[in-house]
Each structure stands twice: as structure tokens, then as C-alpha cells.
């Protein structure tokens, strides 16, 4: 059983940039896979990126080169820091664990034009 957290969602202007952590309520040494999802109004839930334990990831064609997904085991957190933000991006994003098993609340992404 794990708590999930995300914070630094917020507004942004096309181009700048923003870097989501999620705080997991215990080790997450023993996750072999977590990652971010984003679901934009009116759209369903998509896959973002995701990090094996060994630290392989995988990215959405849309985010590759611009997003960065990273894990610090020592500190129970999950990253996502997003570069040259478009207006696209905008959508609630989430944090999960375990292959979709836990959720975190989401935290908003808005990227102005």
C-alpha cells in the first residue's frame, strides 16, 4: 500500500517550463514501474512516461525530447520535468504506482499561448 502526492503543477506560458514531484508515503525501492498520466478536459487518461525500476523509461511520442521522467529511490519521489511547454499540454497530470494500481490526486498543468 502507497500514498501518492504530486505537486508543481501551476500556469505557464507556451515555451517556459515546470517540474512535477510526486512523494510516495513509503519505499518505493521494491516499484518496479511507476509514471505520469495526464487526462485533458474532455479526452481520456494518456500515458506520459514511465520508469522501470533499473531507471529504463518510455515516452509519449507528443513529450519525447521536451519531458523528463526521473526516480530517486532514496527520497520515495517520482519527477517530471516538462521543457518547452505548448498549449497541448495543458491537462491534469497524475502520478501512479505499480502499473495503474495507486493513484495520486493530480495536480493541474496550464500552458498558455
Known amino acids: 500500500q502507497v500514498q501518492l502526492v504530486e505537486s508543481g503543477g501551476g500556469l505557464v506560458q507556451a515555451g517556459g517550463s515546470l517540474r512535477l514531484s510526486c512523494a510516495a508515503s513509503?519505499?518505493?525501492?521494491?516499484?518496479?514501474?511507476m509514471g505520469w498520466y495526464r487526462r485533458a478536459l474532455g479526452k481520456e487518461r494518456e500515458l506520459v512516461a514511465f520508469?522501470?525500476?533499473?531507471?529504463?523509461?518510455t515516452y509519449a511520442d507528443s513529450v519525447k525530447g521536451r519531458f523528463t521522467i526521473s526516480r530517486d529511490n532514496a527520497k520515495n519521489t517520482l519527477d517530471l520535468q516538462m521543457n518547452s511547454l505548448k498549449p497541448e499540454d495543458t491537462a491534469v497530470y497524475y502520478c501512479?504506482?505499480?502499473?495503474?494500481?495507486?493513484w495520486g490526486q493530480g495536480t493541474q498543468v496550464t500552458v498558455s499561448s
Open positions: 513509503r519505499s518505493i525501492f521494491s516499484i518496479n514501474a
Open positions: 520508469i522501470s525500476g533499473p531507471g529504463t523509461t
Open positions: 501512479c504506482a505499480d502499473y495503474g494500481q495507486y
